[in-house]
């Protein structure tokens, strides 16, 4: 059973940076990708970019592109996701999923799921 567990949100200045981690567990994940998703109150979920774990292009939202970075550390079985420059409009639930097979932002096509943490960005 593949499990994902995400830490490190919390209450940042705009402009401040904040790093989430996704830690997978469960699985052999070369052949997955991981994701990340953000939910704001109100709001539907909504993408904010993949990585293949084997390898390959990394897929990035417009609204935080050049300003989130995703990466990971194999031998943690750990997923990253660096946010920088960070906005009010970036205040969310962060969550971390996982998916065999290629890089999709439709949430629809994750399987798997993580708790989700709290990111707050105060103005």
């Known amino acids: 059973q593949v499990q994902l567990v995400e830490s490190g949100g919390g209450l940042v200045q705009a402009g401040g940076s904040l790093r989430l981690s996704c830690a997978a567990s469960g699985r052999t994940f070369n052949t997955y990708t991981l994701a990340w998703f953000r939910q704001a109150p109100g709001k539907e979920r909504e993408f904010v970019g993949s990585s293949m774990w084997g390898g390959g292009s990394t897929y990035y939202a417009d609204s935080i592109k050049g300003r989130f970075t995703i990466s990971r550390d194999n031998a943690k079985n750990t997923v990253y996701l660096q946010m920088n420059s960070l906005k009010p409009e970036d205040t969310a639930v962060y969550y971390c999923?996982?998916?065999?097979?290629?890089?999709?932002?439709?949430?629809?096509?994750?399987?798997?799921w993580g708790q989700g943490t709290q990111v707050t960005v105060s103005s």
């Open positions: 999923a996982a998916r065999r097979g290629d890089p999709t932002s439709t949430m629809y096509d994750y399987d798997y």
